[in-house]
């Protein structure tokens, strides 16, 4: 199915609650392939490629992420089953803001490794501050091919830690995004909109203000978003953390069984 505005949202599952998945910065709905089906069997499961990833990447706007918001309004707008926002990284701040703007629309979020609780990676922002022509003059020398595997290298060191868990078939469909050089031209386009948006929330003082329940999670070995973020959180009854060992920026495809340990309770 698609969102309006041609958002490619893949649709999976049934079940008395909606669970929308949100993917992190440079990523897509494929992110979610080691978790997506465990949730299908008990949920009905909107992938959602966000506008300037995956087969969305031709559809963004700016604010980005006002854009973000809006396009889960939409698909949220017409179920009458309690939702669910499920976001890893910049789909975790995605997650918090929808929440925080619609809490009447969502009744959990589960925010994974999201950015902001102390500060922007400092790599995320000297990126945004990079002038546009030099971004583009970065990658405009490299073949294709060779664009594709440096992108693919790049992500599997970001997103895990195990590397054992990045088999060859998530690795093939992220590079795969990534083909030619006006793809990950939009790649860096929307990450520098993305991030000085991200830079301007007050995300601790967000997380704390949610009026529905949080599940707030961490891979241990996250190197983009350290886990000592968690400390921040004031967790209770309406906030829960969970620190995965041995998981890096994407949990979900470096310990799925942990991570659905720890998610499909908090749904349910």
Known sequence: ?????????????????????????????????KVAPAMAERHRVLTVDLPGFG??????????LDHYVDIVADLVADTDRPVSLVGNSLGAVTALLFASVHSSLVD?????????????????????????E??????RPLPA?????????????AAVHRRGTFDRAVRAAFAANYATRSQVDTLLTVGRHAIRELARLPIPEMVHALDVPALLLWG???????????RRVNAGSA????????????PQLDAPREFLDAVLPFLE
């Open 1 to 33: 199915m698609s969102a309006p505005g041609k958002v490619f949202v893949r649709e999976t599952g049934a079940g008395p609650r909606t669970v929308v998945l949100l993917h992190g910065f440079s990523d897509h709905g494929g992110t979610w392939c």
């Open 55 to 64: 087969r969305s990447a031709e559809h963004w706007e700016a604010p980005v």
């Open 108 to 132: 959990r979020v589960v925010l994974a490794d999201m950015p902001g609780l102390a500060g922007i990676p400092r790599l995320w922002t000297r990126g945004a501050r990079l002038p546009v």
């Open 134 to 139: 030099l971004s583009r003059a970065l990658v």
């Open 145 to 157: 091919p060779v664009m594709q595997q440096a992108m693919g290298a790049l992500y599997a060191r």
């Open 220 to 230: 241990a070995r996250d190197r983009l978003t350290p886990a000592h973020a968690a």
């Open 239 to 250: 906030r829960r953390v969970v620190v995965i060992p041995d998981a890096g920026h994407c």
